[in-house]
């Protein structure tokens, strides 16, 4: 029997806009974690409930938006893995002598469909409809959001998400620090 997250995970995203951010992958496992934080932080079972809670008191807020801290630093450290392991597999394909033509083939489409949606936006953005524009814009933006992701898969982890890892770790450490008294 499938139990329906939907309200709950929609009421704490509400409260806490930053759940948005790892649920975006629609995956069940950090969603039922979110969810079962929220109901031990609250000792409370329904949505009004933990919604309430997390209005009224400072303390359970506190705890939640930890915990919170917590689950982004482990959904991290997993697709961190993930990309480690990626890569590990493109290395031992060199030392084995086969190259990895597809990654290759990706980045240039992806550089290839910016070039173009770029070059028809200046070409053509005075007979183009607002609309269109719109839409080319929107798909340029998915295009360098690729490239993005292939410039962060081959050369690591930018100097901002180490600075979020590190205050993340500061926060855990301080709330460690606290629950032991």
Same mark, same amino acid.
């Given at each position: 029997m499938a139990i329906n997250f939907l309200p709950i995970i929609l009421a704490l995203v509400g409260l806490f806009p930053s759940i948005s951010k790892l649920i975006k992958d629609n995956n069940p496992a950090t969603i039922e974690k979110i969810i079962s934080v929220a109901k031990?932080?609250?000792?409370?079972? @329904?949505?009004?409930?933990i919604v309430r809670i997390l209005n009224q008191d400072p303390m359970a807020r506190e705890k939640f938006e930890q915990? *919170?801290?917590?689950?982004?630093?482990?959904?991290d450290e997993i697709l961190?893995?993930?990309?480690?392991?990626?890569?590990?597999?493109?290395i031992a394909m060199?030392?084995?002598g086969v190259y990895n033509m597809r990654a290759d083939i990706m980045v240039v489409c992806a550089a290839l469909?910016?070039?173009?949606?770029?070059?028809s936006l200046v070409l053509y953005q005075t007979s183009m409809p607002g609309e269109a524009i719109g839409i080319i814009s @929107?798909?340029?933006?998915?295009?360098?959001?690729? *490239?993005k992701d292939a410039y962060a898969f081959e050369f690591g982890s930018s100097r901002g998400s180490k600075n979020k890892d590190e205050q993340v770790a500061l926060i855990l450490k301080k709330f460690e620090q606290n629950e032991k008294y």
């Open positions: 031990h932080v609250t000792n409370s079972q @329904t949505t009004e409930g915990s *919170l801290a917590q689950i982004e630093k482990e959904v961190a893995k993930d990309r480690d392991s990626a890569r590990k597999r493109d060199l030392r084995h469909g910016l070039a173009a949606c770029l070059f @929107t798909i340029a933006g998915i295009f360098g959001a690729c *490239l």
